[in-house]
């Protein structure tokens, strides 16, 4: 059973960075790709980020190209989400997501595995 836990949000101010993480496991995942989300009060589930596992390709939302990197560890299992020169529009939950294809989405109901999210929230 596929298992993704989300950690490293937090309260941090303007202009900080944050480095967020998702353990995975259960799995095999080099057939897979993974994406982060984040959901704010009140509105939809958004795309941040995605990476596939094996070959590391990458792609990211208009809003936060240039200030996020995606990664992954393939030794530990994990991925990671650097979010730099942090606003108050980031303010949200952060998903991590797996979906067992190659090919990166932008869209949250193509993922089949959720973790439970983690709080960024970014102070003015």
């Known amino acids: 059973q596929v298992q993704l836990v989300e950690s490293g949000g937090g309260l941090v101010q303007a202009g900080d960075s944050l480095r967020l993480s998702c353990a995975a496991s259960g799995r095999t995942f080099s057939s897979y790709s993974m994406g982060w989300f984040r959901q704010a009060p009140g509105k939809e589930r958004e795309f941040v980020a995605a990476?596939?596992?094996?070959?590391?390709?990458?792609r990211y939302a208009d809003s936060v190209k240039g200030r996020c990197t995606i990664s992954r560890d393939k030794a530990k299992n994990t991925v990671y989400l650097q979010l730099n020169s942090l606003k108050p529009e980031d303010t949200a939950v952060y998903y991590c997501?797996?979906?067992?294809?190659?090919?990166?989405?932008?869209?949250?109901?193509?993922?089949?595995?959720w973790g439970q999210g983690t709080q960024v929230t970014v102070s003015s």
């Open positions: 997501a797996a979906r067992s294809t190659t090919i990166l989405s932008n869209n949250y109901y193509s993922y089949d595995y």
């Open positions: 990476v596939t596992w094996s070959g590391g390709y990458t």
